[in-house]
């Protein structure tokens, strides 16, 4: 299982950004997928989670109506829209996967909103 994380940066309060997720290693389309966070000091969040086929999504409160899970199944990504940032916002965000009894992570990408 490989996960590779792309689309962080530097983004001012009340941009966007999108992250991407690309997978390999196992049968993407019938896994469940999450986005989770990790800012400094604190505990690794779950941001956001898509079903198998994209046709369920759940939130963190903190993120709702912000941020948006979406996934390809033909190119074997997931993605998550980032509007309206804030500053709390900021965190290493990683890709995840349940398989087989176990979580498999991404090296994160560093989203940093400040002005």
């Known amino acids: 299982v490989q996960l590779v994380e792309s689309g962080g940066g530097l983004v001012q309060p009340g941009g966007s950004l999108r992250l991407s997720c690309a997978a390999s290693g196992f049968p993407f389309s019938y896994y469940a997928m999450n986005w989770y966070r990790q800012a400094p000091g604190k505990e690794r969040e779950l941001v956001a989670s898509?079903?198998?086929?994209?046709?369920?999504?759940n939130y963190a409160d903190s993120v709702k109506g912000r941020f948006t899970i979406s996934r390809d199944n033909d190119k074997n990504t997931v993605y998550l829209q980032m509007n309206r940032l804030k500053p709390e916002d900021t965190a290493v965000y990683y890709c995840?996967?349940?398989?087989?009894?176990?979580?498999?992570w991404g090296q994160g990408t560093q989203v940093t909103v400040s002005s």
């Open positions: 995840n996967v349940y398989k087989a009894l176990r979580y498999y």
């Open positions: 898509i079903s198998s086929a994209g046709s369920s999504t």
